[in-house]
Nanobody
Framework: QVQLVESGGGLVQAGGSLRLSCAAS????????MGWYRQAPGKQRELVAS???????YYADSVKGRFTISRDNAKNTVYLQMNSLKPEDTGVYYC?????????WGQGTQVTVSL
């Protein structure tokens, strides 16, 4: 059974930083492209960053230059380093293999950025 466990969220002031972690089990982690998604209040879930098995990355324009996605295949973990946080980064952050629609979402981790 696939399990995705996100952690590292919290309340931070604008301009601050957080590092999110997502531990995956039940999949061959190393071959899966992994994505970080966020769902802001009242909005649809969106992809903010992804990393391919080979390490290539993608960032949404809204986070480019501020967020960094990375992975540790030995630990089956994907990370999202978030710097220069803005109030509009507030939301629940989820990780998921980007091409696996058969996998359910985890519980997510809440990020709240205050002014």
């Amino acid at each position: 059974q696939v399990q995705l466990v996100e952690s590292g969220g919290g309340l931070v002031q604008a301009g601050g930083s957080l590092r999110l972690s997502c531990a995956a089990s039940g999949i061959i982690f190393s071959i899966n492209a992994m994505g970080w998604y966020r769902q802001a209040p009242g909005k649809q879930r969106e992809l903010v960053a992804s990393i391919q098995s080979g390490g290539s990355t993608y960032y949404a324009d809204s986070v480019k230059g501020r967020f960094t996605i990375s992975r540790d295949n030995a630990k089956n973990t994907v990370y999202l380093q978030m710097n220069s946080l803005k109030p509009e980064d507030t939301g629940v952050y989820y990780c998921k293999p980007t091409l696996r629609i058969d996998i359910n979402w985890g519980q997510g981790t809440q990020v709240t950025v205050s002014l």
